[in-house]
Every structure is written in C-alpha cells, then in structure tokens.
C-alpha cells in the first residue's frame, strides 16, 4: 500500500496537527471540516505555527512554503475520492464518528484505508460501520502533534495485519515512534492518563491542595512537563471528560466514574485553552 495522497477529515487542534505532519513529509493533504471557511482558518493556523518556527530558526521560508503548497483545503469530505488513506480526527462522540466514517466510506475509493485518531473509541465498532472493515486501524497521535513522538496504533478484531503494518510504517516515515495497542476502551495511553487526571479532579475537590499545589507537585515531584490541570486544559475538558465516558461505560467498573467538578467544568464550558478558560485563564 502506498500513501502519497492523504484526507484529514477534522481541522480542530489535531486534525491540523495531522495535517501539518503529513505535509511537512511529503504527502499532498486534504483538509476537510463542517465548512471550507473552517478548513482554511486551520491552514492558516499551520502558516502562523510556521511562522514562529521560522523566527526561531528552525525551518527556512523555503521549507514552509513547501509545507503549505502540500495542504489543500476543501469543501467536504466528498473531495477525498482520490486520497490512499483518510484520517478522521473529529470530536470525541461515537454517534459523529459514526456519521464521518460511513461518508468517508462512500466516499473514499475501494482499497483505500480508513484511520481514526480516535482517543477511547472501540475501532472495532467504527470498522463495523464500514464497507471496508480490513481498511480500517486506529491511529492515535498525541497533542500537540508536531511536537510529541508518539502515534499509538489500534488493531480493531477486523483490521488485516497488511493494513495495520502499512499504516504503522506510515506514521514512522512521517517521523513518529509507534507504539501497538490492542482495541479496548481508552488503548494504553488513555487507560492511565484519564484515571490520573479524573483522581486530580477528585484531589481538588476534597481540598487535598490547589490547582497549582497539585500541578507544581506532579511537575517538579515527578518530572512532568506540566501538570494534571495545566494537562487537561491542553487537551480540552470535553475531551478528558468524554473519555473518562468512554472507559466507565466500556468497562462498567465504577473505578472510572467522572468527577463531579470535571463535569461542573464541561457544563460551565470551562473547556480549556481551547474556550479562554479551565482550570486556569488564559
Ligand atoms: N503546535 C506546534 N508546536 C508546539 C505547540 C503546538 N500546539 N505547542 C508547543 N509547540 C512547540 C514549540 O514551538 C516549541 O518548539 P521548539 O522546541 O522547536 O522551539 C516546543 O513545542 C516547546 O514549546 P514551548 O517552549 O512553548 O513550551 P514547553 O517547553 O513548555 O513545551 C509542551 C510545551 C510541548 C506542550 C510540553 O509542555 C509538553 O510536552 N507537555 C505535555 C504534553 C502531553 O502530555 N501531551 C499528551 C496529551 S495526551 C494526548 O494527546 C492523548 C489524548 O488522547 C488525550
């Protein structure tokens, strides 16, 4: 299999983050959203992040322009009837990947792979919704995409190995380390952080410290970059929130039960960076 045109369906902070990838590796990129208008509002958000890079002297002028030249955005998903492999990056909600993968589905021509970057949800089931279940993998990139090495990869019980190990081989020519998950609720990386950062959330609520206690305690006791809150804030409220969700539903154990003050947070629209506000200002 060979990936030269790729299909972002998402344009959000991971979707572009995706994109952004891809292009810089050398794969012509769609960009697809709810609008053209969303999806060119993201590539030039790509430009800005450029941008910055170029100031800091880590990339010429050359080299952006290159990167841009390869990001297309378009108007729907129904573009993407000439890419090899369509990677739907939406929201955490099972009933819209649902959606987005069956008219990726009809969309996208017969042989072509269908990925997710889905955090939590069973790929199995998204691959259940599809005329091409064998196409199908799970192809989880980590926030913020440029910068972190990982994409963990998920075989649903349907995926075929050649798939699997074409996508694998994929997301390490675009310069990530893989990591192999089996499909069960929240993969490797989500089945521990979630948990860790839902304990926080129950940590602050009993007073056990403040957010910056809790995050100066975990970032210089234990060498993280940056704390529990400071981490949910990156990802977005909604999105721990969701898949905390996912694992308490997809388990049935009450060890994963949502924190109250997280869903309080969710349904003030205290989201994260993404909103201006979450467990900090921005
Ligand atoms: N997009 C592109 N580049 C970004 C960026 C973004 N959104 N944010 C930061 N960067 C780049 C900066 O440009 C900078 O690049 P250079 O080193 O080349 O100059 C580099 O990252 C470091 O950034 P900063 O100096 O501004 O800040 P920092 O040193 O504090 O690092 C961080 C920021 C990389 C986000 C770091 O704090 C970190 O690694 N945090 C942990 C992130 C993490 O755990 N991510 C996983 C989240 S979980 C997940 O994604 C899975 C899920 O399903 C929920």
Known sequence: ???????????????????????????????????????????????????????????????????????????????????????????????????????????????????????????????????????????????????????????????????FEAVRTLAEDWGKTTTSSADYPGFMVNRLLIPYLNEACSALMEGVGTISDIDESIKLGLNHPMGPFQLADLIGLDTVLAIARVLHNGFADPKYRPNALLVKYVEAGWLGRKTGKGFYTY
């Not at 572009?16 to 590539?43: H, N, R, T, Y």
């Not at 129904?78 to 990056?89: N, P, Y």
């Not at 998204?126 to 972190?148: I, Q, Y």
């Open 1 to 163: 299999m060979k990936f030269e045109k790729v299909g972002v369906l998402g344009t959000g902070q991971m979707g572009a983050g995706i994109a952004q990838v891809a292009a810089k590796a050398g794969c012509a990129v769609l960009m697809a959203d709810i609008s053209l208008d969303i999806a060119e509002k993201a590539k030039d958000k790509i430009g800005k992040q450029l941008k910055k890079a170029i100031t800091k002297g880590k990339i010429d002028q050359t080299e952006a322009d290159r990167i841009l030249a390869h990001l297309t955005p378009v108007e729907s998903v129904d573009a993407f009837d000439r890419v090899d492999i369509g990677i739907e990056a939406a929201t955490e909600n099972i009933g819209l990947k649902l959606e987005l993968f069956k008219r990726m589905d009809d969309a996208l021509k017969p042989g072509a792979v269908l990925a997710t970057n889905t955090s939590s949800i069973s790929i199995t089931l998204l691959a259940a919704a599809t005329k091409r279940p064998d196409r199908v993998v799970g192809m989880h990139f980590m926030n913020p995409v440029p910068v972190m090495k990982l994409v963990e990869m998920i075989k649903g019980l349907q995926t075929s190995d050649e798939t």
